[in-house]
């Protein structure tokens, strides 16, 4: 059964860091690219990042570009995304989300939990 | 980027009567494979997105049939043949097609009348 356990979200102050993790299990992990996900309370879903199995390719969001970034430990099955600058509009809910297949395009097939990144002072 | 518009963005249906909602991409969905990446996804209140559709009309695993994708191009359409009570929540629809980014509709909130 493919799993996805997130972690590590929380309160932060504007211009601050945090960093999400997302551990998968039940599927071969470096098979599959691994994408996270956001929503902002009560608004619809946002791509925010992307990283290939490999963690050789990686893509971003325009509005999180220079100051967000995904990377992945095969080892762990754990994929992270550090978020730096963090910005009042970046409050949300984070999910990670797995690839169908190895292209990015075929979209998500299994979603983590959801974790709260609530920016505010 | 491509722009992906859902309508109605509000749905109220009787329970046992079907219901359609409408995903309008700004750019054709074919992509040069020859597949259009175009999914569907529910989130129930409170909780994470779940794949219903995949590749327009492809149900995923253990969705019921009640549900069904259709459409080609620009327009596709999600359609629920008779709505229960679990079929509450939110509704987008998904393009890969223009990759990266990936974008979504706006959603569609379904609730009971």
């Known amino acids: 059964e493919v799993q996805l356990l997130q972690s590590g979200g929380g309160l932060v102050q504007p211009g601050g860091s945090l960093r999400l993790s997302c551990a998968a299990s039940?599927?071969?992990?470096?098979?599959?690219?691994m994408s996270w996900v956001r929503q902002a309370p009560g608004k619809g879903l946002e791509w925010v990042s992307a990283?290939?199995?490999?963690?050789?390719?990686?893509y971003y969001a325009d509005s999180v570009k220079g100051r967000f970034t995904i990377s992945r430990d095969n080892f762990k099955n754990t994929v992270y995304l550090q978020m730096h600058s963090l910005r009042a509009e970046d409050t949300a809910v984070y999910y990670c989300a797995k690839v169908e297949v190895t292209t990015i395009r075929a979209g998500f097939d299994y979603w983590g939990q959801g974790t709260l990144v609530t920016v505010s002072s | 980027d491509v722009v992906m518009t859902q309508s109605p963005l509000s749905l109220p249906v009787t329970l046992g009567q079907p219901a359609s909602i409408s995903c309008r991409s700004s750019q054709s969905l074919i992509y040069s494979d020859g597949d259009t990446y175009l999914n569907w996804f529910q989130q129930r209140p409170g909780q994470s997105p779940r794949r219903l559709i995949y590749?327009?009309?492809n149900r995923d695993s253990g969705v019921p049939d009640r549900f069904s994708g259709s459409g080609s191009g620009t327009d596709f359409t999600l359609k629920i043949s008779r709505v229960e009570a679990e079929d509450v929540g939110v509704y987008y629809c998904?393009?890969?097609?223009?990759?990266?980014?990936?974008?979504f509709g706006q959603g569609t909130r379904l609730e009971i009348k």
């Open positions: 990283i290939s199995g490999t963690g050789a390719d990686t």
């Open positions: 039940g599927f071969t992990f470096t098979n599959y690219a």
């Open positions: 590749k327009v009309s």
């Open positions: 998904m393009e890969g097609t223009h990759w990266p980014p990936i974008t």
